[in-house]
């Protein structure tokens, strides 16, 4: 396995995005949505390559605020999510976000103990958010 970087998403990543985002509680969406977001001046989407696509972090800049809107790992436990993790901050506080904000499921205990260890914080709660019944917990990372 070569190393992993972390670059931009291009359109020609968007069927290897949408393999990996068929993992459980990722967005799902097209692959033609995805190619289009790859497109997208505000957005901030990456992708975690070692010669494959591992994983994805796709988020928008609204002026000040950051908005996680898909993040996906092939794998857990590989350091995939960390290196996404860290490179989106980065960009996001390079485009002048001062805050990242982004909702998980309550039913998604993993994701929800990677962004607590990444800094974020609950900031609130939406009852019943998610097709399954779950709640959505709102997070904040101050950037």
Do not use: C, H
């Not at 996680?68 to 485009?95: C, H, P, Q, Y």
């Not at 990677?114 to 904040?140: C, H, Q, T, V």
């Amino acid at each position: 396995m070569r190393s992993l970087a972390v670059r931009p998403a291009r359109a020609f990543d968007a069927e290897a995005i949408a393999a990996v985002a068929r993992r459980p509680f990722a967005a799902a969406w097209s692959r033609e949505a995805y190619a289009a977001e790859a497109e997208r001046t505000d957005s901030v989407f990456l992708v975690a390559d070692d010669g494959s696509v591992r994983g994805y972090a796709l988020a928008r800049v609204f002026g000040e605020d950051a908005q996680l809107l898909d993040f996906a790992a092939s794998e857990d436990g590989r350091g995939t999510g960390r290196a996404l993790w860290a490179e989106l901050v980065r960009v996001a506080r390079a485009r002048g976000a001062a805050r990242l904000t982004l909702e998980v499921s309550a039913a998604n205990a993993r994701a929800r103990l990677f962004y607590e260890r990444a800094g974020a914080a609950i900031a609130g709660r939406r009852p019943k958010f998610y097709n399954d019944g779950s709640d959505a917990i709102l997070m904040d990372l101050s950037l």
